[in-house]
């Protein structure tokens, strides 16, 4: 996907993105804090939003082949199955039982099928909106903080199976975390946004551990006391 | 008048096609109506809200004395002979019940149209699955809708009274059938209407909460 020229403006907010190209097959991350355009960037990316001016060239990309997860997952007023194949049932495919049970083994949901999905718990519902946005093999997925409620076994299954699906079926994941230890396991490439504009951009390692910019240099020091603290690990 | 006659009957007979007619006809008008004005961006959309808003608390007599003045003979439809007609009654309760379905769809699709039409997006939906899949996500609120129509149809009186007539065989429904007993002071046959009348507002109350078992659900959860 290749951007150029992006502007989206709001009341309090505008969005300008000059230039911006997702490698294809990659798995990039988008980092920057609360409020900086990271979601409304995806949201644009999605075709959830539509542009004020510019280009958003999906490079033979189908809308079907695009997805996202958002933040706060919607799911229908069904059955944890039947949200699950919901995708394939828009696309006309017959749910392969393997497949769909081989998912929800992974969500941990096997028992829950037939369960209400809007009465799961945040973090269940985040793992059936991730397996729901995976299970129909699209080709760029946007995943917006869906990490955020997921337990340490939970997040290190998704991250395995990111990994596994990037590497077997070459999609482009554009992943949104806080926590910077998803980000360095996961991406290969990092986007730094600051006021709805891209600040920096580079290999993660470069991002991470030896940033030019003054403004990234001050997030990743927040950042790393706040993953530090929450991860029991002393600030000094 | 015998309870349970032939001619009272009749009068139940009448009364439920009435309300299932004119319930069925405001559904049918409302719940598109409700989810375009969600959807639609025009000047002076607020009016139309304010308006649809006045509609659905307007009393019934005054929306009777409008359907008369339309259709009474020398009014601007007089030709077509309808006043005093089931139809006429059934014209009536499509003005009232109208506004009340299109602004519980419209408030409902405020608060839920947009998260299900953005979900339609990340799913790849096409525009006709998405606004199946909206109508199918906000089923039980248009199913809300649809009940508080009926009931408000099944208790009217005021406007049916008004082009109805009251005429016996032809116009009489139950609330009127009710009103009427008890101005002959016919107390104890009014009071055994009104509980049937009370009785097949129950029942639809059951088959609604048995058609929306599915909301139960979430409770079960944990």
Redesign the interface.
């Known amino acids: 996907m290749r951007i150029s020229n992006l502007q989206k403006n709001f009341d309090r907010f505008s969005l300008h993105i000059e230039r911006l190209q997702l490698p294809r097959g990659e798995i990039c991350g988008i980092i920057g804090a609360n409020g900086c355009g990271k979601t409304t960037l995806m949201?644009l990316m999605?075709?959830?939003l539509p542009p004020d001016t510019g280009q958003i060239d999906t490079e033979g990309l189908?809308?079907?082949?695009?997805?996202?997860?958002?933040r706060k997952?919607?799911l229908?007023?069904d059955t944890v199955i039947r949200n699950l194949t919901?995708?394939l049932k828009?696309?006309g495919i017959k749910p392969d039982v393997e497949l769909v049970e081989y998912y929800l083994e992974l969500a941990g949901l096997q028992d829950d099928r037939e369960?209400?999905a809007?009465?799961?718990s945040s973090g269940q519902q985040q793992k059936l909106a991730l397996i729901r946005?995976m299970i129909?093999s699209?080709k760029l997925v946007l995943i917006d903080e869906a990490f955020s409620n997921l337990d340490m076994e939970s997040t290190a299954a998704f991250e395995w199976l990111i990994l596994e699906r990037q590497r077997t079926e070459t999609a482009t994941y554009l992943i949104c975390a806080h926590q910077l230890s998803h980000i360095q396991r996961l991406c290969g490439y990092v986007f730094f946004m600051h006021d709805g504009r891209i600040e920096a951009e580079g290999p993660t390692d470069e991002m991470l551990l030896r940033p030019k910019s003054q403004r990234l240099q001050k997030y990743l020091q927040y950042a790393s006391l706040k993953e530090g603290a929450a991860d029991g690990i002393p600030d000094s | 008048m015998e309870l349970f006659d032939a001619e009272i009957l009749g009068i139940i007979g009448l009364t439920l096609r009435m309300t299932l007619l004119s319930t069925a006809i405001s559904a049918i008008i409302g719940i598109p109506l409700g989810l375009w004005l969600d959807r639609a961006n025009f000047a002076g959309k607020r009016l139309v809200v304010l308006i649809n808003r006045t509609l659905m608390a307007s009393p019934p007599v005054v929306v009777g004395l409008v359907v008369y003045l339309i259709f009474m003979r020398n009014g601007p439809l007089g030709f077509l002979r309808l006043l005093f007609t089931f139809e006429a009654m059934v014209i009536a309760q499509v003005l009232l019940i109208t506004p009340i379905i299109c602004g519980i769809v419209y408030v409902a699709a405020g608060r839920n149209a947009a998260r299900i039409r953005m979900f339609a997006v990340t799913m790849g939906a096409s525009k006709r699955q998405t606004r199946f899949l909206i109508i199918k996500e906000l089923s039980n609120e248009i199913f809300f809708a649809v009940i508080t129509g009926y009931g408000r149809a099944m208790s009217e009186v005021g406007a049916i009274m008004i082009v109805g007539g009251n005429i016996r065989y032809h116009t009489r429904t139950m609330t009127t059938t009710i009103s009427l007993l008890r101005n002959r002071g016919e107390i104890e046959q009014a009071v055994v209407l009104g509980v049937v009348l009370m009785l097949i507002a129950l029942t639809v109350q059951i088959i609604a909460d048995f058609l929306r078992k599915r909301e139960r659900r979430l409770d079960e959860n944990f």
Do not use: S
């Open positions: 949201k999605a075709g959830i189908a809308p079907q082949d695009i997805t996202m997860v958002l997952p919607y229908m007023h919901y995708p828009l696309r369960i209400y809007p009465g799961l946005a129909f699209p």
